[in-house]
């Protein structure tokens, strides 16, 4: 069951692909006077089912409802001592978000701490399930609306979430299940199927990718090639960043580092290896390239409030933003896609989509005027933070998105009230264009910013990690929080993007990322070197990718399975044993598909860990796709070793794992010899 309200104007943002009439809620209709400031307060049913009334006077029981607060632009709902949240998609923190608050806002932040409150995605669904406490009830809710939104789930209250707008316009969705178990997985698939099906990614895109920021020539690439062949481990694609570009210009490629381009492609796919170009948001100014003009010309970039276009900086230097809110705009640019397609590209991933902005002009201008005055000084305490930032506060600032303008069906509208759809657009511009522009292939596409919505076209990679074994965790806490949004292809950055990986780091991190569909290694500039062939324990790193090419045809049918039943890939033990109390509290296993278990080791110098086993299952303790011992095991918990090296799967009851014969690239995987464990 599903029940949709409208609060204020909100504005449309395509996520939502059923028709669902609308309840409204009258903010101006008093129903009950808020307490002392003579507001007004209406009361949703908590799950949304109670009755067909549109507006429900808060009665008595201020338990199960929604409170809406006109002057304080919230909503907010009491919960019971044990409840759980799970959702919100990309974000911080463990897979039950009770306790923090969190701000749906795309964010170029490379520091994934868990203080932070947003990162790259603005994912606003969540589950609320309290069904071991007193008020018993499980609900889903959807908050849809394209600007900045904070979801304060007890960080102000601990036994009260608050959803805060910036602007209390919104539709509110409120999904319940009639199962009486299933509850969280039925309310997930009803949310998908509202939101439309996962986009499917090519099966290549399961193999092991390869990245750096960046690869700076052809002949770098083929050096990385080379030496994945020599050390006999499996690889599909080799990615390209920003360094292939002609000076950071979209849609161009530096011909002095890779001259002849499209023979370099054909060379490339001809050895089985797809090479992956980045796409960024802005657009180089520069006189004579071909996008920039265009684009003046057909009015596709974003404008100031008196009609001059924005000027930013990024990678090039200054650039403008196309308008991808705007269709034509999207049609433009997707097309544009049509260069690299058209050299034989069939991947991309799309960056900087926030958008990210270093600086914009007129943000500097004001900074060179402040620091000015700044000259001559005795800087004192207060002085030189405020001279200190005042330059650092140029990056990604509010008031920037404050000013410039988007045409969105029909309509100008300041970027920051639909900040959140600018990376979602950017991308549907690219996967609208690629059935048009390359209809027999299927493409790989996976961007940084994201809204729910965009999972129908793409799948995202959770951006700028760091070599860390925290982040290894979170990288295993992000994956249901996304599956739940429709994000199934997805990944992180393995072994961490900025900062130093260790040896092992990479191992215990590649014993995780076998599992997930975006397995790719990929670092920064200027860090240490991170390709798996580098490291002292080749044949180690062997045995994980071969292991992972053995898994592809599971993994692969499990994926196409959760997108076409709106189902997930990665569950928490919640979803799954719901009767069981300790489930709900395991934050550091997964069940991968229908027939497995993981439980990933994710501290240093650990030779195991402890698990839990919510029922019986069979242990497998693999090192390498045909070495392996097996082990049944009581529900309960478990000490298990796991040196490094050694990946722990867990078979469900009357389950099969299916293990093919791998090889060096996926499509030379011999499946149809198939080796089954059985339990
Ligand atoms: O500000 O293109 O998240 O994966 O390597 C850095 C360079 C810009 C950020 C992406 C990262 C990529 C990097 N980009």
């Not at 895109?205 to 690869?215: C, D, I």
């Not at 405020?386 to 990604?396: A, D, E, H, I, T």
């Not at 499990?558 to 009767?579: Q, S």
């Not at 709900?584 to 997964?590: F, N, S, T, Y």
């Amino acid at each position: 069951m599903i029940r949709k309200y409208k609060i204020g104007n909100p504005i449309e943002t395509d996520s939502v692909i059923e028709a669902i009439p609308e309840i409204l809620i009258d903010q101006e209709k008093a129903v009950i006077p808020a307490s002392g400031e003579g507001g007004t307060e209406t009361i949703i049913p908590a799950s949304g089912d109670s009755n067909s009334k549109a507006v429900i006077p808060a009665l008595g029981d201020e338990n199960s409802g929604w409170i809406v607060d006109k002057h304080g632009k919230k909503l907010t709902f009491s919960m019971s001592s044990h409840a759980c949240i799970y959702g919100l998609g990309e974000q911080v923190r463990g897979i039950n978000k009770r306790g923090w608050h969190y701000v749906s806002f795309c964010s170029d932040d490379p520091h994934h701490e868990e203080g932070k409150t947003s990162l790259y995605g603005a994912h606003n669904f969540f589950v609320y399930d309290s069904r071991d406490c007193n008020d018993n009830i499980c609900f889903g809710m959807y908050v849809d609306t394209p600007g900045r939104v904070e979801f304060d789930m007890g960080y102000s209250d601990p036994d009260e979430i608050s959803i805060i707008f910036e602007d209390f316009d919104a539709y509110i969705y409120l999904l319940k299940s009639g199962h009486p178990s299933g509850t969280i997985m039925d309310i997930v698939r009803q949310f998908r199927r509202i939101i439309g099906r996962s986009y499917i990614a090519p099966m290549w895109a399961f193999g092991l990718g390869q990245s750096r920021w960046s690869y700076m020539n052809a002949d770098e690439v083929r050096g990385v090639a080379d030496s994945y062949d020599k050390a006999g481990i499996p690889l599909d694609s080799i990615y390209l960043d920003i360094d292939y570009m002609e000076r950071y210009k979209d849609f161009t490629v530096n011909d002095e580092a890779f001259p002849d381009f499209k023979e370099f492609v054909s060379e490339m796919s001809g050895r089985g290896i797809h090479l992956v170009p980045i796409i960024d948001a802005g657009v180089k100014i520069e006189e004579g390239y071909d996008v920039y003009e265009e684009g003046v010309k057909g009015n596709h970039f974003v404008k100031k409030e008196n009609g001059d276009l924005f000027t930013a900086a990024v990678w090039p230097g200054r650039v403008h933003f196309p308008d991808f809110l705007k269709e034509d705009t999207r049609r433009w640019f997707g097309d544009k896609y049509k260069v690299l397609t058209e050299a034989g590209i069939d991947g991309f991933w799309n960056d900087m989509n926030e958008p990210a902005i270093f600086y914009s002009e007129d943000g500097l201008k004001k900074v060179f005027e402040k620091i000015d005055g700044y000259k001559g000084k005795n800087l004192d305490i207060d002085s030189f933070f405020g001279f200190q930032g005042s330059v650092s506060g140029l990056c990604n600032s509010e008031e920037d998105y404050g000013s410039f303008y988007h045409e969105y069906k029909g309509q100008r509208i300041r970027h920051d009230k639909v900040h959140n759809l600018y990376g979602y657009n950017m991308t549907r511009a690219a996967a609208e264009a690629f059935d048009k522009i390359a209809p027999d292939k299927q493409i790989l596409m996976f961007s940084r910013a994201s809204y729910i919505g965009m999972h129908r076209y793409a799948g995202i990679w959770t951006g700028d990690n760091m070599s860390w074994w925290s982040h290894l965790l979170l990288s295993i806490q992000q994956l249901p929080g996304l599956n739940m949004c429709g994000f199934l292809y997805s990944g992180s950055d393995m072994g961490g993007f900025g900062g130093d990986v260790t040896e092992d780091l990479l191992i215990r991190w590649l014993s995780f990322a076998i599992f997930t569909p975006l397995l790719r290694d990929h670092s920064a500039m200027g860090t240490r070197r991170q390709e798996l062939y580098r490291f002292k324990d080749t044949d180690m790193f062997r045995n994980l990718v071969e292991l992972r090419y053995a898994l592809i045809p599971y993994l692969y049918a499990e994926y196409l399975w959760a997108a076409d039943n709106d189902e997930m890939l990665f569950k928490p033990l919640a979803f799954e044993y719901e009767e069981d109390v300790r489930a709900k509290e395991v934050e550091d296993e997964l069940l991968v598909g229908r027939s497995i278990m993981i439980a990933p080791v994710y501290t240093q110098n650990a030779s195991g860990r402890y698990v839990y086993l919510p029922e019986d299952m069979k242990m497998i303790r693999f090192r390498g796709y045909d070495d392996y011992d097996e082990e049944q095991m009581k529900a309960g918990d478990h000490y298990v070793r796991a040196q490094l090296g050694e990946v722990l799967v867990f078979i469900r009851k009357g389950h099969e794992l299916p293990l093919a014969m791998p090889d060096m690239r996926v499509r030379d995987i011999d499946t149809e010899n198939i080796h089954y464990i059985r339990n």
